[in-house]
T-cell receptor, first 113, second 114 residues
Framework: DGGITQSPKYLFRKEGQNVTLSCEQN?????MYWYRQDPGQGLRLIYY???????QKGDIAEGYSVSREKKESFPLTVTSAQKNPTAFYLC????????????FGPGTRLLVL | DAKTTQPPSMDCAEGRAANLPCNHS???????VYWYRQIHSQGPQYIIH???NNETNEMASLIITEDRKSSTLILPHATLRDTAVYYC???????????????FGSGTQLTVLP
């Protein structure tokens, strides 16, 4: 069954702690994206990757980091520098970066203790 | 990208067709109309997209007016599981250097009533 998986579904972060959100896809898509969604608001792009070993900052990259060592994986690290990390995090992928039909994972909700 | 306007909320009786309108009066000739929906606390789900011809898939139909300034998403037989926020997005695709992100507006909250 092809799709995008994100884990965990819920994640709790303590002050000063870095946490990593997982995103895996088996759709053979080149491009992958991380978005943040706050209550009652739209999506904001954090980072995107067009191809393995390449990624670019989106609108709100500060306090986040990513890697793209494998085509199917695009993990997001929320660092301690991100002062307001509580949000719903969504990973998406598309066949290529110029093919804009993006498919989304189920999301990870990050909460700060 | 062209701006879209959608009603904030709509109700539909279960089993009836749900018709969700979207205005995009400033759409350009190379911009597609996309529809996504988001059920509470889940990731957005792609529904359908089109350029100028009407489109149909297993989920829905998309009717685009001849002048392309508005469109309607039709769910032919709405069920309770169709209750969600529906987003209409206008995007250029296959454009070199185009912005990568999807811009979701406030969408339409569709509530399917039993």
């Amino acid at each position: 069954d092809g799709g995008i998986t994100q884990s965990p579904k819920y994640l709790f972060r303590k002050e000063g702690q870095n946490v990593t959100l997982s995103c895996e896809q088996n759709l053979n898509h080149d491009a992958m994206y991380w978005y943040r969604q706050d209550p009652g608001q739209g999506l904001r792009l954090i980072y995107y990757s067009q191809i393995v070993n390449d990624f670019q900052k989106g609108d709100i990259a500060e306090g986040y980091s990513v890697s793209r060592e494998k085509k199917e994986s695009f993990p997001l690290t929320v660092t301690s520098a991100q002062k307001n990390p509580t949000a719903f995090y969504l990973c998406a992928s598309s066949l290529t970066s110029s093919r804009e039909t993006q498919y989304f994972g189920p999301g990870t909700r990050l909460l700060v203790l | 990208d062209a701006k879209t306007t959608q009603p904030p909320s709509m109700d539909c009786a279960e089993g009836r067709a749900a018709n969700l309108p979207c205005n995009h009066s400033t759409i350009s000739g190379n911009e597609y109309v996309y529809w996504y929906r988001q059920i509470h606390s889940q990731g957005p789900q792609y529904i359908i997209h089109g350029l100028k011809n009407n489109e149909t898939n297993e989920m829905a139909s998309l009717i685009i007016t001849e002048d392309r300034k508005s469109s309607t998403l039709i769910l032919p037989h709405a069920t309770l599981r169709d209750t969600a926020v529906y987003y209409c997005i206008v995007r250029v695709i296959n454009a070199v250097g185009s912005a990568r992100q999807l811009t979701f507006g406030s969408g339409t909250q569709l509530t399917v009533l039993p």
